[in-house]
């Protein structure tokens, strides 16, 4: 009962450290309990594994609870979101169970200090592949306290997770050999220092309007509502127009799919907003639907465009990393017959290449729904030159949970990576701007149409972390074949 009762006080940490709660500091001590659980000298391998894998389940069950919530008018059969939460729980559940099999194994050969590079590689795993879901990485915790997010600019949020990892196991420790109380102290003050040495102030050049049609899918797709929609994006972009006022170079951005339209070279969703950017005199982008041939069947695509005035539409983006289960079905490609499974999931096509959205002379990054939530995606859009970050999303699927609150935090920190402003429209909210530093400087409401104004700075360079990727997680690779290697040859 006392173990399971620290399994359950860990899992409830990592909960309460996400949106909504926000309880920041816990995540710096939430796997200090499951550590003493799962120690060599208290557990065997295989319970060890068994004990992180139920804090797994918990945590995520407790974290994506608002997966059982989802918007059912696009499900086919709504009673299966939550056998979804507790499969995707399971499953997840499995990462931190290697997490903590791995510790079990460090603590039993001396090897306890390679333990944090074991878990920033059972979480580093969750980003990878097709199935990838690092939405509830430890280290986006820590995406509302901007301080503690810059040595994200060196390492990315992989190098805030083997901080908070490090953190954790020396506090455990502590509680044995109190020296190692100094050590964790001694590690904060380092992260906090380097965060208030590394924050910085500009001012922008580049008038951003983002606009919240707060249109609902419903609606949107199913009422005949396209012409309402349409006359909405009209008047908030004409609102927006005028908040900014004449001069000076301005952009509006608009949410994911905002034109509920098919946008075809000469058809008629392409005339009506290349109209409404020569009426407004301000560049448009927009999300909106694409087509792309894919063995000779054409397949829509999850686009967002470029308008310019006086030009038209210059450049259209097809999202790369498709959402499984809701825009394609995973290895559907492979094996065709898996489409016959209807759950509701759309069949799109995924782009093939990052595209750069040009206006005005200033180049920006499209980043569509979750892949603002993939490191390694947006890193190949900042390759490719991006001086801002867009994030556009539709999160409405979501409803009054605690998911528009995480999604629009975890893509925060892209723009810590990268130093790059992030201009976030989401279609019911949670639109908002964030500086390079991670500080948000403004942030709209949920489920209301509404307008923000920014004046953001498109920024160039490239930082250590884009530079050189995800060597914090390889740090851990090299930690955990360590540790692999040494109880092998023990045994």
């Not at 093939?352 to 040009?358: G, H, N, S």
Request: aromatic share 10%.
């Amino acid at each position: 009962m006392r173990s399971l009762l620290l399994l359950f006080l860990s899992a409830l940490a990592v909960i309460l450290s996400f949106p909504r709660s926000s309880i920041y500091p816990l995540a710096f001590i939430a796997l200090a309990p499951a550590l003493y659980v799962c120690e060599g000298s208290r557990a065997r391998a295989r319970r060890a594994f068994q004990a992180g894998w139920l804090v797994g389940l918990l945590a995520h069950l407790g974290t994506l609870w608002w997966i059982a919530r989802l918007y059912p008018t696009e499900i086919t059969y709504p009673w299966l979101r939550l056998p979804a939460l507790l499969l995707l729980a399971c499953f997840e559940g499995v990462f931190y169970g290697l997490a903590f099999w791995g510790w079990n194994a460090a603590s039993r050969g001396r090897r306890w200090w390679l333990w944090p590079g074991v878990w920033v590689t059972a979480e580093y795993a969750r980003s990878l592949g097709s199935m990838a879901f690092p939405w509830t990485v430890l280290g986006n915790a820590l995406a509302a306290q901007p301080l503690l997010l810059q040595p994200a600019v060196l390492g990315g949020v992989w190098l805030l997770d083997l901080g908070l990892a490090s953190v954790n196991l020396l506090l455990y420790k502590s509680v044995e050999r109190p020296r190692y109380l100094w050590a964790a102290v001694l590690v904060l003050g380092c992260w906090i220092g380097g965060g208030m040495a590394s924050m910085g102030v500009e001012r922008g050049s580049l008038q951003v309007g983002i606009v919240q049609p707060n249109a609902l899918p419903d609606f949107k797709w199913h009422q005949g509502g396209q012409r309402r929609v349409l006359r909405d994006l009209e008047e908030l972009s004409a609102a927006a127009v005028d908040s900014m006022g004449a001069g000076g170079t301005r952009l509006l951005v608009w949410p994911e799919t905002a034109v509920p339209l098919v946008m075809r070279p000469g058809g008629g969703a392409e005339f009506w907003l290349t109209r409404l950017v020569n009426d407004l005199q301000v560049p448009v982008i927009t999300g909106t639907l694409g087509t792309r041939t894919v063995r000779g069947q054409e397949l829509p695509t999850n686009a967002a465009v470029v308008a310019v005035p006086g030009t038209g539409i210059t450049a259209r983006y097809d999202k790369l990393h498709l959402v499984p289960f809701s825009e394609k079905m995973p290895l559907s490609d492979r094996l065709p017959a898996i489409n016959e499974l209807n759950f509701g999931q759309g069949d799109y096509a995924a782009g093939t290449d990052p595209v750069i959205l040009e206006a005005h002379g200033v180049k920006a990054a499209v980043l569509i729904c979750f892949e603002a939530i993939l490191p390694a995606l947006v890193r190949r859009h900042a390759a490719e030159g991006a001086e801002v970050f867009v994030n556009i999303t539709n999160d409405s699927w979501f409803g009054a949970s605690g998911a528009p609150e995480q999604h629009a935090a975890i893509a925060v920190i892209r723009a810590v990576e990268h130093r790059r402003w992030l201009v976030r429209a989401a279609n019911t909210g949670l639109s908002l701007v964030a500086d390079p530093w991670g500080r948000v400087v403004r942030h709209g409401g949920l489920f209301r149409p509404e307008v923000l104004i920014a004046d953001i700075q498109p920024r160039r360079g490239r930082t250590p972390y884009a530079r050189v990727g995800d060597w914090a997680a390889w740090l851990g690779i090299f930690a955990t074949l360590w540790v692999g290697a040494h109880a092998r040859a023990r045994r």
